[in-house]
């Protein structure tokens, strides 16, 4: 092969996948551009009449009370689990009553929107995505739309409202039962010393933190419910179309949670040292 | 919704409406002229429909599948916007009308889907008072029952059904469910969509004598079945339009497509008779030739 042949060649190989970069961004902004019109238009219409607050109700119930005990049951393993860590590790610098704090630290303001995030977006926006999906394919959404109902307010807005006030409740439950797992693992089963367990961690753990805990919960949720309610909405096809939608909703919520937490935490934490620079 | 404040004003306002459109007095419930439709700019779908669906009687729309009958169904309902032309519904000009209006102007419409498209949480009667929850919102509870259940009978289902949700409940019943749905509102205009499409011969005549004696059942209402089956089209029709390529190849009664010389419709009503003239289940030869 001669040098202009390798050299054109090398051309149209760049040239493709030149093009194939510049398609891929292209249906990446389209589809966030998409997804984020989505989410407005639904959080616009939860403010609309006519109100859908027993759609609301009924899916608070379905995302929060039904996801109650596996919430549970991780956060009281996770608390378990990080302490019975930080405990062996603390213990080489006889620092055991530093574990209270540093594991209430964690929990609160990572571990325990993340963690309550992944698991309530597998549970219930896996359902909501096949949900809707199935609508979808079964004309139920075209129904709707032919009866004078605006399907994203009765189906989306509803949903995407429960998650939004569900996630910081059900953060809260995993934050307080992990730390019930750390006092008791700590204190009774390892007997660290109760009174500087809770003393050292009433003097680290600030409100702040807990609240960008349930505040990062909160975007979660949104994020999750736009995701999987959108990828439901938009299903194509039969039986195939609405697993797959369910699979790429859940996936693209987990990864956005972890994603987004990086950039939530960045973003508070600069809020917090501006507020405390002005008072 | 039950259990929201009503906002009277606006479900007065909306009945009002229902009976005006029920009083409709021009003579063509849909004027449909010139509507073109494009998808990506090239290729037109439809290629220029002229259409007008008298008002009261029963009309249906046939033909081969791809030929844009669906397409214009949904221009019909205003779930697509024509690229040109002009759609009148009831007089009003619906081409440029914006959601809201469309979500009221919906109200005139009842839809019969291909499967019924049941709310599957819900049970038979549950589906029929949902569009009276949605539009009816001064109705107390148990009037709203009261219709749901009446419109049920109207359909033919038995009392027995009622309580039953979609997944417990055969083709048919979920076809009477479907059209009680449609009927809930009193509307204006009834749509069948495919309504005997997979269904065996009985289950069709029985479907086709439903739609017939529900008309019969609402004078005034305008009904439009989309459909691909001829047969059923001339046991119903008062109308028949034939959609080719786009466009509408031929409109008029039964007897005008029977007499038609146009090729393709020779050739789709003789396609017809072939299948009519082939034994049904539990059907012998001989039967098929009495029916001859």
Same mark, same amino acid.
């Given at each position: ?279 | ?82 690229s040109s032309g002009s759609i009148k519904v009831l007089g009003e000009e619906i081409a440029d009308k914006d959601v809201e209006e469309l979500t009221k102007l919906r109200q005139n419409y009842g839809m019969l889907f291909q499967y019924a498209a049941l709310f599957d949480d819900m049970t038979a009667v549950e589906n029929v008072m949902f569009p009276l929850k949605e539009h009816r919102r001064d109705y107390s509870k148990a009037k709203m029952l009261e219709i749901a259940r009446e419109r049920l009978k109207d359909s033919g289902l038995d009392e027995k059904h009622f309580n039953k949700l979609p997944a417990e409940m055969s083709g048919g019943m979920r076809k009477r469910v479907g059209l009680a749905r449609a009927l809930a509102l009193d509307p204006a205009i009834l749509i069948y969509d495919e309504p005997t499409t997979g269904l065996d011969p009985v289950l069709t005549e029985m479907v086709d004598n439903l739609i017939v004696s529900t008309h019969n059942l609402k004078k005034g209402t305008t009904s439009i079945v989309v459909s691909h089956d001829l047969f059923a089209a001339f046991r119903i029709a =008062?109308? /028949?339009?034939?959609?080719? &390529?786009?466009? !509408?190849?031929?409109?008029?009664? #039964?007897? @005008? ?5 146009? =090729?393709? /419709?020779?050739?789709?009503? &003789?396609?017809? !008779?072939?299948?009519?003239?082939? #034994?049904? @289940? ?11």
């Amino acid at each position: 092969m001669s040098y202009s042949e390798r050299r054109e060649s090398f051309n149209r190989a760049f040239d493709g996948f030149f093009l194939w970069l510049l398609s891929r961004a292209r249906a990446f902004i389209s589809e966030t551009g998409e997804l984020v019109l989505f989410g407005w238009h639904a959080t616009k219409l939860s403010f609309s009449r006519p109100y859908r607050f027993e759609e609301t109700i009924s899916h608070m119930e379905f995302i929060g009370n039904k996801s109650v005990q596996i919430i549970a049951l991780s956060g009281f393993f996770t608390g378990l689990a990080l302490a019975f860590q930080i405990y062996l590790g603390f213990k080489l610098v006889n620092a055991t009553s530093l574990v209270g704090p540093t594991v209430a630290l964690g929990i609160f303001r990572e571990l325990g929107p993340v963690l309550t995030g992944l698991i309530v977006s597998a549970r219930a926006g896996g359902a909501m995505a096949a949900r809707l999906g199935t609508m979808r394919v079964t004309e139920q959404i075209d129904a709707l739309e032919v009866m004078g109902v605006n399907p994203i307010q009765y189906l989306v807005s509803p949903r995407v409202i429960a998650a939004v006030i569900v996630m910081p409740l059900l953060c809260g439950v995993f934050d307080f039962v992990a730390m019930t797992g750390c006092w008791l693992i700590t204190v009774k089963l390892l007997e660290a010393d109760e009174a500087q367990f809770w003393f050292r961690t009433s003097l680290w753990l600030e409100p702040f933190h807990i609240y960008e805990g349930l505040f990062k919960a909160a975007v979660f949720g949104l994020f999750f419910a736009v995701i999987c309610t959108h990828r439901g909405y938009t299903t194509k096809g039969g039986a195939e179309g609405v697993g797959s939608a369910t699979n790429r909703g859940v996936v693209l919520s987990m990864v956005m949670i972890i994603v987004l937490d990086f950039f939530v935490t960045n973003l508070l934490n600069v809020m917090y040292a501006v507020k405390a620079a002005l008072w | 919704m039950v259990g929201q404040p009503p906002n009277r004003e606006l479900d007065s306002l909306m009945e009002k409406q229902a009976e005006d459109a029920r009083n409709f007095k021009n003579k063509y419930a849909i004027e449909i002229a010139d509507v073109k439709k494009s998808f990506d700019g090239k290729e037109f779908v439809l290629q220029g429909i002229d259409l007008k669906i008298p008002k009261g009687e029963i009309t249906v729309i046939i033909g081969y599948s791809g030929t844009g009958k669906s397409v214009l169904l949904k221009h019909i309902l205003g779930l697509l916007k024509p690229s040109s032309g002009s759609i009148k519904v009831l007089g009003e000009e619906i081409a440029d009308k914006d959601v809201e209006e469309l979500t009221k102007l919906r109200q005139n419409y009842g839809m019969l889907f291909q499967y019924a498209a049941l709310f599957d949480d819900m049970t038979a009667v549950e589906n029929v008072m949902f569009p009276l929850k949605e539009h009816r919102r001064d109705y107390s509870k148990a009037k709203m029952l009261e219709i749901a259940r009446e419109r049920l009978k109207d359909s033919g289902l038995d009392e027995k059904h009622f309580n039953k949700l979609p997944a417990e409940m055969s083709g048919g019943m979920r076809k009477r469910v479907g059209l009680a749905r449609a009927l809930a509102l009193d509307p204006a205009i009834l749509i069948y969509d495919e309504p005997t499409t997979g269904l065996d011969p009985v289950l069709t005549e029985m479907v086709d004598n439903l739609i017939v004696s529900t008309h019969n059942l609402k004078k005034g209402t305008t009904s439009i079945v989309v459909s691909h089956d001829l047969f059923a089209a001339f046991r119903i029709a =008062d109308h /028949v339009a034939m959609l080719d &390529s786009g466009k !509408v190849l031929l409109f008029g009664t #039964p007897d @005008d497509f029977l007499k038609s010389d146009i =090729d393709l /419709v020779k050739r789709f009503v &003789s396609k017809g !008779v072939r299948r009519e003239l082939q #034994p049904k @289940d539990g059907e012998s030869q001989k039967d098929v030739s009495s029916r001859e």
